[in-house]
């Protein structure tokens, strides 16, 4: 749903490659922004958007790094309210796709390092709580996008080394069925984590997709 949103804004990013805004983004500003009960909360808030929000295009160029220096065009990548992708011109070899799709959380590991390191030398103030932030941010989208399920990288990366040592019929069932139990566990998971800690996430793994993955014939 999110994914097919009206781009509402597009420039010429890094590596020349066109980034495009869409329109469910102005939910997640909404969302994140109606928190905030003074002008100094909001400041915050406005920070750990734009943190987040930096972070997921960090992520996708790292999937637009790996896409180009394979000789493969990338048509565009696209930020939305339900995180963000990288487009490509064609598609890529299984041994290729297993560098673009570990490239995204790699990025985001190498972010977290550097700033887990350089932000306890930082004078207190803002300008440390941000970098601190930051880390933590992006050890999150790592983890994240690490779980075996669609559309995730996880779930892709998954899938691609099951191709290494099975057929494609086996490695999509495999996949599948992991994915299916994840997806099920996901929404009592949800519940646990949002009446536990107040922690809500807007993303739900595909039920049916992993269900039509599993029951692909051999």
């Known amino acids: 749903m999110f994914g097919s949103s009206k ?3 597009e420039f010429r990013g890094v590596f020349g490659v066109p980034v495009h805004i869409g329109s469910s983004i102005l939910l ?3 969302l994140f922004l109606s928190f905030g009960s003074s002008s100094t909360q909001l400041f915050y808030n406005a920070i750990f958007l734009g943190l987040v929000i930096g972070s997921i295009y960090l992520h996708e160029l790292g999937h637009a790094w790996a896409t180009l220096i394979q000789g493969i065009p990338v048509r565009r990548i696209m930020i939305y309210g339900g995180g963000g992708f990288c487009e490509r011109t064609r598609s890529a070899t299984p041994r290729q796709e297993e560098l673009i799709v570990a490239m995204g959380p790699m990025v985001n590991l190498t972010i977290w390092a550097v700033a887990s390191l350089v932000w306890p030398y930082m004078p207190e103030g ?4 941000a970098v601190n932030l930051l880390a933590w941010i992006n050890l999150f989208l790592a983890i994240f996008n690490m779980i075996p399920v ?3 990288d996880g779930g892709k990366l998954f899938h691609l080394i099951l191709l290494r040592f099975t ?3 086996m490695a999509t069932r495999i996949a599948g069925g992991v994915g299916l139990v994840i997806a099920i566990l996901w929404i009592p998971a949800m519940y646990l984590a949002y ?3 107040g922690f809500l996430l807007f993303f739900f793994p595909p039920i049916g997709l992993h269900w039509q993955m ?3 014939k051999l």
Do not use: D
């Open 214 to 216: 599993l029951r692909r």
């Open 150 to 152: 669609q559309p995730l």
């Open 7 to 9: 781009v509402i804004f």
């Open 195 to 197: 009446t536990k800690l």
């Open 126 to 129: 803002l300008l440390m709580w």
């Open 167 to 169: 057929s494609p019929g």
């Open 28 to 30: 997640l500003v909404f």
